[in-house]
């Protein structure tokens, strides 16, 4: 019997989900059956950031590709050196013909389409920021020698690039939840121009690992901060959060054994469940940490009325 109720009470489920602010008065028997259990809302900050796994990936790639754009532009600065030089002994009258001249200037524009055609393929395999921001890095013999690793953050598919990613950084995978991980500031990073095999967008990351390296494959948990500004509001633990109807909600207790079922965001995932912004609660009513589902179950038989007899 309970086997054939359950798709039932999926689809009442489905159809009759009260709205938001709703309230549902349950008695303390009942309350006691649920095992309801409510907590005042602790006040905190957080810097809004975005979580994603990561992992160590081969650096070859990125290397051969940087290494063939700067023997372009090595060889486009000889090719212009010569052309220059060339351009100076014809206007001289020395052994430098006019078609002599011609040639090196036609040599060094074929050098300057070399160095345009390696920047190209580099932007195009591992974006246009790769190409700005790695110039002003001493990276390549670090990462040759292994003294850096380069790391492909992948971000929840969907997700929306900020403007500017300010910072990222990476930690090795928490298996027990109880220890802080050490957090590797990333020495730069840039967006991929790319989804993954997943379609995840993500951020290259070039990382000083722990003394012990970390070998090519090594999975991490990776963080994108995406604004310098300082969010207030309250961390909610992952049991106070019902998942359903593709949103997130939560039940406060307010007076006489009445709870009130809001929605909220989950834009910003914690350690042990997400962080909502002040305004999305009531600073002044509990959270209930404990039986959230059984209020649910209620509210849900409340709002689809009395049961008619035939």
Known sequence: MLQSALPVLSCVFLATFPAAGQGVR??????????????????????????????????????????????????????????????????EGQLASDRAMEDARQRA??????????????????????????????????????????????????????????????????????????????????SDPRVNASRQPGYYLLVHPESSGWPIGTPLQGTVQTSDKTLQGFNLPADAILITQGRA????????????????????????????????LDAHQPLVIRGAQGLLSQKIQASSGPKVSD
């Open 109 to 190: 524009a074929t050098a300057d389409e070399a160095v345009r055609q390696a920047e190209l393929s580099l932007s195009a395999t591992w974006g246009a920021e790769a190409l700005q921001g790695l110039k002003s890095q001493s990276w390549e013999n670090d990462l040759r020698l292994g003294k850096s690793v380069l790391i492909r953050l992948s971000l929840p598919a969907g997700t929306q690039f900020p403007d500017h990613a300010k910072t990222a950084s990476v930690s090795p995978l928490a298996f027990d939840e109880s220890l802080e991980m050490q957090e590797f500031p990333a020495l730069t990073h840039w």
């Open 26 to 91: 349950v008695d303390a028997a009942q309350q006691k059956l649920y095992g309801v259990e409510t907590a005042s809302l602790q006040p905190a900050e957080i810097t809004p950031s975005v979580k994603g796994r990561a992992e160590v990936i081969d650096p070859l790639p990125l290397l051969q590709q940087w290494s063939a754009l700067t023997m372009a532009q090595l060889a486009a600065e000889v090719a212009h050196t010569e052309a220059t030089r060339t351009e100076t002994l014809n206007r």
């Open 249 to 280: 909600w939560v039940f406060q207790e307010g007076e006489s054994d009445h709870f009130e079922l809001r929605p909220i965001s989950t834009r910003h995932a914690t350690r042990h469940g997400w962080f909502v912004e002040a305004n999305a």
